[in-house]
C-alpha cells in the first residue's frame, strides 16, 4: 500500500505526537497566519477559548513552534489579575498551560512564582495587584489575561512593557472579557495592535450544549449577553440622552393591546455604499397612554424601493395605522418612492424644524416618566439611544434609528413630546 505523505517523511511513532497537536483542533481566530505583531489583543466571549488560545500561545513560544513562534523562548511573564488567577485559571485551570502541555510538561515552583520547563525556559508569574513586582525581570514575551479586570491596569501594563526587553523582537499576547476600561480602550484604538474577537458561540462545540442553551435563552440580545458572549465593548456617554440601565428598566415582557400602531421612516439623503441608514421603527400606544416601542426595521439601502419596501413590509406586518415619514431631505419624491411600493399605504410626511437633540430631548424625558417602554430588545436602536450627545453620535454618523424612533413617539404623544422644555435662566 502507497504511504501518505506524513508517512512518508514521519516515523511511525511520530505521528501519535504530531496528531495531538492543537492545529488540528483550533479554530481558524485562535491562530496567527503570515503575522508576528508585538501585541495581539483578542477580546472574546465566556468559553469562547482565550485561554486555550493563551495557554498554546506560550506552549508554542516555548518549543519554538510555527505560526506563533520563529524560534524558542526561555523568559515568558504570565500577568493576570491574582497570583491566585494566575496559578488557577492561566497555569493548572482545565485550559491552563500545565493541561494542555504535550512533551516537555512543565512544573509550578509556589515558592519562586514560575513555571519552568525542562528545556531551561521559566515562566515567572505577576499579579496587577502589585505592578511594582514588575520593576526588574525582563522578558521575550508575556501573556496577559483578563486585563479588563486588572486593578492597577496601567500602571502594571506600563511596568510590564519596560520589561519586554528580550529577544530580536519581544511580543505580548493579550486576552480578556471586555470591559470598557481606559487600558483596553486605549489598546483598542492603537493601529499597531492586532485585535481579534472571538464569540461564545464560536467555541459551541467544547462547551455544554445546557450552558450554550441556557446562556442563549436568558442573556441573549442584553447588553451583559452582548458584552460576556458576544465580545462586544458595550459603555454609555456621560452626557448620552440615555443610559443602557434606563432602557432596561423600561423593557416589556409582553405586547399590551395597542390603540393605534404607527411605523416611522427617516430616509437616508443618498442610496449608495457609503450612504447612512434608514431608519425604520415601529410603535403603537397602549389604553394607559404609553408608547410601546415594536419593531426596529431599519437598513442600508442600495435604492430608495429596498428602504421603502422595508417600511412598508413592516407596516402591513403590524397592521400599522400609517406611515409617518421625514421629508427634509426628498420633499414629495420620498412619498413618491413608497407609492411606488404600494399605493394604498397612508402616508404623513413630517418635516424637522429644530435640531436633532432638540427633537430627541423631550423623547428622553417621556422615556425617564415611563411612557415609553420597548416590547422585545433592539441592540442598534439601543446602542444610537445611549450614545447620543449633544455633539450626536460620537462615530460622527447620523443616528437614523433614533430620528425615526422620535419621529413615531412625536407621532402617538404629540400633546407631551413635540416641544422641548424651555429653560429660563434667571
Same mark, same amino acid.
Given at each position: 500500500m502507497q504511504r501518505n505523505w506524513s508517512e512518508r517523511n514521519l516515523r511511525d511513532e511520530k505521528l501519535p505526537l504530531i496528531a495531538e497537536e492543537w492545529l488540528f483542533k483550533a479554530r481558524i481566530q485562535q491562530y496567527l497566519l503570515g503575522s508576528q505583531p508585538a501585541t495581539w489583543l483578542v477580546i472574546g466571549g465566556r468559553g469562547a477559548g482565550k485561554t486555550r488560545l493563551g495557554a498554546e500561545w506560550v506552549n508554542s513560544l516555548v518549543r519554538g513552534l510555527s505560526p506563533f513562534a520563529l524560534g524558542r523562548h526561555d523568559h515568558i511573564a504570565l500577568v493576570g489579575e491574582t497570583l491566585g488567577d494566575v496559578r488557577e485559571v492561566m497555569v493548572d485551570g482545565p485550559s491552563g498551560i500545565v493541561t494542555i502541555s504535550r512533551h516537555d510538561r512543565p512544573r509550578f515552583e509556589a515558592s519562586r512564582r514560575r513555571l519552568v520547563w525542562d528545556s531551561g525556559a521559566v515562566a515567572q508569574i505577576f499579579s496587577s495587584e502589585d505592578p511594582e513586582?514588575? &520593576?526588574? *525581570? #525582563?522578558?521575550?514575551? $508575556?501573556?496577559?489575561?483578563?486585563?479588563?479586570?486588572?486593578?492597577?491596569? %496601567?500602571?502594571?501594563?506600563? !511596568?510590564?512593557?519596560?520589561?519586554? &526587553?528580550?529577544?530580536? +523582537? @519581544?511580543? +505580548?499576547?493579550?486576552?480578556?472579557? @471586555?470591559? @470598557?476600561?481606559?487600558?483596553?480602550? &486605549?489598546? !483598542? $484604538?492603537? @493601529?499597531?495592535?492586532?485585535?481579534?474577537?472571538?464569540?461564545?458561540?464560536?467555541?459551541? #462545540?467544547?462547551?455544554? %450544549?445546557?450552558?450554550?442553551?441556557?446562556?442563549? +435563552?436568558?442573556?441573549?440580545?442584553?447588553?451583559?449577553?452582548?458584552?460576556?458572549?458576544? /465580545?462586544?465593548?458595550?459603555?454609555?456617554?456621560?452626557d448620552a440622552l440615555w443610559s443602557r440601565a434606563a432602557i432596561e428598566e423600561a423593557r416589556l415582557d409582553a405586547v399590551p393591546e395597542l390603540q393605534r400602531i404607527v411605523v416611522a421612516v427617516d430616509p437616508p439623503a443618498s442610496s449608495n455604499k457609503s450612504s447612512d441608514a434608514c431608519g425604520i421603527v415601529a410603535a403603537g400606544l397602549d389604553a394607559t397612554g404609553t408608547v410601546v416601542v415594536l419593531a426596529d426595521a431599519s437598513i442600508k439601502a442600495a435604492r430608495p424601493q429596498d428602504w421603502a419596501g422595508a417600511a412598508v413590509a413592516l407596516y402591513r406586518s403590524l397592521q400599522a395605522d400609517c406611515l409617518v415619514a421625514e421629508v427634509n431631505q426628498g420633499g414629495d419624491m420620498v412619498t413618491a418612492v413608497i407609492r411606488t411600493v404600494d399605493p394604498d399605504v397612508p402616508v404623513k410626511p413630517v418635516r424637522a424644524r429644530r435640531g436633532k437633540w432638540?427633537? $430627541?430631548? *423631550?423623547?428622553?424625558?417621556?422615556?425617564? #416618566?415611563?411612557?415609553?417602554?420597548? $416590547? /422585545?430588545?433592539?441592540?442598534?436602536?439601543?446602542?444610537? !439611544?445611549?450614545?447620543?450627545?449633544?455633539?450626536?453620535?460620537?462615530?460622527?454618523?447620523?443616528?437614523?434609528r433614533l430620528d425615526a424612533l422620535v419621529w413615531a413617539v412625536n407621532e402617538l404623544m404629540p400633546d407631551r413630546s413635540a416641544h422641548p422644555r424651555i429653560r429660563e435662566f434667571l
Open positions: 513586582s514588575l &520593576r526588574g *525581570p #525582563q522578558f521575550e514575551a $508575556a501573556w496577559c489575561d483578563e486585563l479588563g479586570k486588572w486593578k492597577n491596569a %496601567e500602571a502594571c501594563f506600563d !511596568m510590564l512593557q519596560f520589561g519586554l &526587553r528580550l529577544g530580536s +523582537q @519581544p511580543r +505580548q499576547l493579550i486576552t480578556t472579557t @471586555p470591559r @470598557p476600561t481606559r487600558l483596553l480602550k &486605549r489598546l !483598542m $484604538a492603537d @493601529p499597531a495592535v492586532l485585535q481579534t474577537r472571538m464569540r461564545t458561540s464560536d467555541n459551541a #462545540q467544547n462547551l455544554s %450544549e445546557g450552558f450554550m442553551h441556557m446562556v442563549e +435563552q436568558r442573556y441573549g440580545g442584553t447588553r451583559l449577553g452582548r458584552q460576556e458572549l458576544e /465580545g462586544e465593548l458595550i459603555e454609555d456617554r456621560d432638540l427633537r $430627541a430631548e *423631550p423623547v428622553a424625558m417621556l422615556y425617564q #416618566q415611563g411612557k415609553v417602554r420597548h $416590547a /422585545g430588545r433592539f441592540p442598534e436602536l439601543e446602542d444610537e !439611544m445611549c450614545d447620543f450627545g449633544p455633539n450626536g453620535l460620537s462615530n460622527g454618523r447620523s443616528p437614523d
